[in-house]
T-cell receptor, first 115, second 114 residues
């Protein structure tokens, strides 16, 4: 039973390009969460999704960032027109439907560097 | 809004010494409480969690934490530090309401000195 799979592990983009980060949840998990970790900081919540639904996007920047979790395939975090300040580690986590009293299972993260 | 504070962004202990990492939360209703560990360039791994029941919870790698409602605390301890314990430790809370996201503390970096 594979864990949460994120790819790529490392991503380098030039300013103005688009970044696409993928997350495949654990088998049986239908809830996906995206967090961002800036250097020397803790994790900040971005968005919570279920299949085909965004449940809570209160942590998402209003512009350039979007997320989806289609019926088939991985969850995608998309950052358009990246800027240097977007450089961070982006972590995906998943939980089962009744997972409110469980800890998340985290992926290993995607480290985005904007040059 | 929920918040989590971790006293000490960096803690150093000698190998074999007691490890104590502090976590306090602000909430009118005790939430679910978690400790995660992050090794360099890796994701977060769940160490232990408190949901209901016994307030002293044991986790992996010899760690344990005690929920103290009166102090709104959930401090993490380990009797004897090992070099392999050097990592970043995050305390997190999650409200009882299903579907709410986690709130993480800023993290404490633990260094273990030989």
């Amino acid at each position: 039973n594979a864990g949460v799979m994120q790819n790529p592990r490392h991503l380098v983009r030039r300013r103005g390009q688009e970044a696409r980060l993928r997350c495949s949840p654990m088998k049986g998990h239908s809830h996906v969460y995206w967090y961002r970790q800036l250097p020397e900081e803790g994790l900040k919540f971005m968005v919570y999704l279920q299949k085909e639904n965004i449940i809570d996007e209160s942590g998402m920047p209003k512009e350039r960032f979007s997320a989806e979790f289609p019926k088939e395939g991985p969850s995608i975090l998309r950052i358009q027109q990246v800027v240097r300040g977007d450089s961070a580690a982006y972590f995906c986590a998943s939980s089962p439907p009744a997972g409110f009293n469980y800890g998340y299972t985290f992926g290993s993260g995607t480290r985005l560097t904007v040059v | 809004a929920q918040s989590v504070t971790q006293l000490g962004s960096h803690v150093s202990v000698s190998e074999g010494a007691l490890v104590l990492l502090r976590c306090n939360y602000s909430s009118s209703v005790p939430p679910y409480l978690f400790w995660y560990v992050q090794y360099p360039n890796q994701g977060l791994q769940l160490l232990l969690k408190y949901t209901t029941g016994a307030t002293l919870v044991k986790g992996i790698n010899g760690f344990e934490a005690e929920f103290k409602k009166s102090e709104t605390s959930f401090h993490l301890t380990k009797p004897s530090a090992h070099m392999s314990d050097a990592a970043e430790y995050f305390c997190a809370v999650r409200p009882y309401n299903y579907g709410q996201n986690f709130v993480f503390g800023p993290g404490t970096r633990l260094s273990v000195l030989p």
